[in-house]
């Protein structure tokens, strides 16, 4: 029985790492890695001892004859993968077993031996952030000091993914371990710029890596955008993850169609999270007020707009599956534009466009969701649209869109635009305003010794929780390179020195204990009330669970 990689592959390839027979594909040596949409098994070569399984830190890995209904097609996607003859080798595979084609990073040198003890700041405590930790807490004897301007640890794995992808949420499980470790120093709630400036954390560490993300978006430049009812995505996924920044904007969902900007995965979680059941979302760890918005809903309707047509689309194969599973949602491709079906009837099997091959074409109706077949909602595909302006005094009423030469006006009362996260600059770091980066070498900060980049602040917006992995294993080596041939810059100050300074210039800050006591207060809300965790979702309420649960400590 051969084991299959699903829908929630993360592409962080730990499941390479343990393979004994190298089955799985495209390894990180190979072209192709980083580049596809997830990672496949090879089921003539799979000899089923489930390593790769125990191994994934997101539960992607299954046994093919165990896969739910809605996951069955992941059996032929892996399969399909390795017709192709002409697959990308690095000459490495073998017929037997092999345990060495990869494995950890080696950093380009013999033993951490080559250099002293390491004083290392990692700001930022999302996946590239905590990859970067792990490397240097397994692989060195540093000491690593984890900073957050958030009271709360998770970056992207808390207030990214989207809450009916639990299994995701779980790479934040093997993030945690982390958290406690003897030679980790916590300091959540402080903001680099704010708090303490780029200096200070240079003066007290022999190194900074920064791995702050992408924390804005992209904006479409057109008339009326700045209308309530006009949002970003990112701003409405933090709001249904009870980012604290985001709790009082809420989103206005009176009005039966809802307008989606953008064809990435970002595009399809908001849509799904709008059509999704609320019974449904109850039982994840969605925001309560989120959770309550969306029981009173009435979109019916979610147009998903593309510029251009469905064989350009970024969204991942496996997530616009996903969408044809939802219970009582039915998606359909809107087919005003002849180019639409002409791409889609020329795609191949397993082209994305070849996903929509089966799916029910429809003309979606100017003014208001026309009446469903059978279904209670509806996600509406809808490529060569571009938006032009938006419409209504007070709110949205109309997004007027391209059709096909001319222009078509859709009633709706909510527009989100998906169309990319975009990094903001750091005070005191470099900043390249084209692109929305740090500028650097190998991770190392232009100009600035002993400062290092990793995540979407060092590449821009593209990769899932995985790809943050190998970025950050380039980083990490740069700087023990960096380590190794003495240049990086002596450090001032100790860590007893900035753990007084952090708590002089703010009084809240959250330490490991204190986040070890958020997270038993949700985890006690959630159990009241039949969920996994209900999120604590002001900055406020963060700080009071830290500090009562540590005072809960000393008085025992």
Request: proline content about 7%; charged content about 25%.
């Amino acid at each position: 029985m051969t084991y299959a990689i699903t829908q929630t592959c993360c592409n962080d390839a730990t499941c390479v790492a343990v393979c004994p027979v190298n089955c799985i594909h495209p390894t990180p040596e190979e072209r192709a890695f980083g580049s596809t949409e997830m990672l496949h098994i090879d089921p003539r070569a799979c000899i089923d001892c489930g390593a790769c399984a125990d191994a994934c830190p997101v539960d992607a890995i299954f046994p093919v004859d165990a896969l739910p209904a809605g996951q069955r097609e992941y059996a032929e996607i892996n399969a399909a993968y390795y017709e192709d003859e002409e697959r990308p080798s690095t000459g490495d595979e073998v017929d037997g077993p092999n345990f060495h084609v990869w494995g950890e990073p080696a950093f380009g040198r013999s033993l951490p031996s080559d250099f002293g003890p390491l004083r290392v700041a990692v700001v930022g405590t999302g996946p590239a952030g905590m990859y970067a930790a792990q490397d240097l807490l397994l692989h060195t004897a540093a000491e690593v000091t984890l900073i957050d301007r958030l009271p709360v640890a998770g970056g992207l794995v808390r207030y990214g993914v989207a809450p009916d992808h639990p299994a995701t949420k779980k790479a934040g499980d093997t993030f945690s371990r982390f958290h406690s470790h003897p030679r980790v120093r916590m300091h959540l709630g402080i903001e680099v710029g704010r708090d303490v400036t780029v200096q200070e954390l240079a003066a007290h560490h022999d190194a900074v890596i920064y791995a702050v993300g992408a924390s804005t978006d992209r904006r479409l430049g057109v008339p009326g955008e700045d209308s309530p009812g006009c949002l970003s995505a990112t701003s409405f996924v933090a709001w249904y993850n009870a980012h604290p920044e985001a709790v009082a904007q809420g989103a206005d969902l009176s009005a039966e169609r809802v307008v989606v900007v953008g064809n990435g995965n970002v595009a399809l979680d908001v849509a799904r999270i709008l059509v999704a059941d609320p019974e449904a979302l109850a039982g994840t760890d969605i925001a309560a007020h989120a959770l309550e918005a969306l029981r009173a809903s009435r979109v019916r309707e979610v147009v998903v707009l593309g510029r251009r047509g469905p064989g350009d689309a970024a969204y991942t194969r496996s997530e616009l599956l996903a969408l044809k599973h939802l219970p009582d949602v039915e998606l359909v491709v809107d087919d005003h534009d002849p180019r639409t079906g002409a791409a889609i009837d020329a795609a191949g099997a397993g082209d994305r466009a070849g996903v929509l091959r089966g799916l029910p074409r429809v003309r979606t109706e100017a003014a208001s969701p026309a009446p469903g077949r059978g279904a209670d909602r509806r996600i509406v595909l809808r490529f060569h649209s571009e938006p032009v302006e938006i419409l209504g005094e007070g709110g949205v009423r109309s997004v007027r869109v391209t059709d096909g030469g001319g222009t078509a006006d859709l009633g709706a009362g909510l527009l989100l635009r998906a169309i990319g996260y975009r990094g903001l600059p750091v005070p005191g770091l470099p900043f390249d305003e084209a692109a929305g980066t740090v500028p650097h070498e190998g991770g190392r900060v232009a100009g600035l010794p002993g400062s290092y980049v990793a995540g979407w602040i060092k590449r821009g917006p593209s990769g899932g929780i995985g790809a943050n992995r190998t970025c950050a294993a380039e980083t990490v080596g740069t700087l023990l390179a960096d380590a190794v041939a003495g240049t990086l810059p002596a450090p001032t100050g100790d860590a007893k020195a900035f753990r007084r300074l952090a708590h002089q210039r703010n009084r809240r800050v959250v330490d490991a204990r204190g986040l070890a006591a958020i997270d038993r207060a949700e985890r006690e809300r959630g159990r009241r009330d039949g969920r996994p965790r209900v999120k604590l979702a002001t900055v406020e309420e963060l700080v009071a669970a830290a500090r009562s649960g540590r005072l809960l400590r000393l008085t025992r």
